[in-house]
């Protein structure tokens, strides 16, 4: 059975406790909802592959209260703090250089050099992580390549019996998951974009490399095909054809049986917070009245367009 707790106080001491204890727990962040467990744990940390059903250990995310405590166990350099400065709390994580003494079970980090750090905004995960007084391992709170989760119902849905309570919140503001920026070498590589627009990264640090589509999905746990619905998907769509649900975005959209916007007047940031829901309840209810494909209206690249269309790419791979 998977505890629902409320995010008051009883509810995070009870979440606290549990990840203590080696469990696994669900809670909110800013982006997406996450699975966390005690990243110094190892078997908790093993624990979160064999529930998310995750083919390979990929390596995992560390959330922290703030800069200081993540950087005990990360090499920050000028860049990094900068950007910290800047950016944390909120949906931007760094890649940097592990600390020897760090105590970081090796597998969170797949015995890589390096390690991921996030500091989260949301006040669920920050009152969790001052509660617990340890970092926290969590990557989405999803079945291994299914659509990340922006609500705890869509956690209940694929992890439900399988991890030992979700903390509750309401929705996610950014609903896509953090950007990813590698620090470990001269030049900042961009290996997920995500809720921190890359233009606004590159106006503190300089410019930042990015991986083309193809070799990004070859990168650590960027598999091809991440995100998928049940349904397929059809990019760049200009109307639905018969069969099809509409996943629209801007002010002028065609008729559709099934329809949802991502965002009416044509905001990103809107687009971004809407994505995984709008993808979870077209394929549900697509699947329901029979229809056999979602066609996605096209999305501009820039800004928080960069991570939509690298989400809805994934989404439209042909299945691993
Ligand atoms: O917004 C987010 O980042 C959410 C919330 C829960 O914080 N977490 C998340 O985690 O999206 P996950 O596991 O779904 O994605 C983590 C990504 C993976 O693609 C992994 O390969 C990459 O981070 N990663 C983690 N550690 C890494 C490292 N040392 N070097 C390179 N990539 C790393
Ligand atoms: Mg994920």
């Known amino acids: 059975m998977t505890e629902t707790l409320p995010d008051d106080a009883a509810g995070i001491a009870r979440a606290a406790a549990l990840l ?135 956690v209940l849905a694929g992890l439900d019996g399988r991890i030992d309570a979700v903390l509750v919140s309401g929705p996610t503001s950014v609903g896509l998951e953090s950007t990813i920026l590698d620090l470990t070498a001269e030049v900042a590589v961009l290996l997920r974009p995500g809720g921190t627009p890359v233009e606004a990264l590159e106006a503190i640090v300089g410019p930042i490399s990015r991986i083309d589509a193809a070799s990004a999905i070859t990168a650590p746990g960027m598999m091809a095909s991440h995100y998928a619905p049940r349904l397929p998907l059809r990019l760049d769509a200009v109307a639905p054809e018969p069969g099809e649900a509409w996943l629209g975005f801007g002010a002028a959209q065609p008729e559709a049986s099934l329809m949802v916007n991502l965002s009416s007047s044509g905001d990103l940031t809107e687009a971004a917070a809407n994505l995984f829901g709008a993808l979870h309840q077209l394929d549900a209810e697509g699947t329901a009245r029979g229809l056999t494909r979602i066609a996605v209206a096209p999305i501009p690249h820039h800004g928080l367009g960069l991570a939509i269309n690298d989400r809805l790419a994934r989404a439209a791979a042909p299945r691993a």
Not at 86 to 95: A, H, K, Q, R, S
Not at 116 to 128: D, G, K, N, S, T
């Open 20 to 154: 203590r204890a080696g469990s696994l727990v669900a809670f909110a962040t800013e982006t997406v909802y996450g699975l966390g467990a005690d990243a110094t744990n190892g078997e908790a940390v093993a624990a979160i592959f064999a529930a998310k059903g995750r083919p390979r250990f990929n390596p995992l995310i560390c959330h922290y209260p703030d800069a200081e405590a993540a950087f005990a166990d990360a090499v920050a350099d000028e860049r990094a703090r900068s950007l910290a400065e800047t950016f944390w709390p909120g949906p931007l994580t760094l890649v940097l250089p592990r600390r020897e003494s760090s105590r970081i079970s090796s597998l969170a980090s797949a015995g890589l050099p390096s390690l991921a750090v996030r500091v989260p905004a949301h006040p669920a995960a920050q009152a969790l992580l001052a509660a617990v007084g340890r970092p926290i391992a969590a990557p989405s709170a999803n079945r291994s390549g299914r659509i990340s989760p922006t609500k705890a119902e869509h």
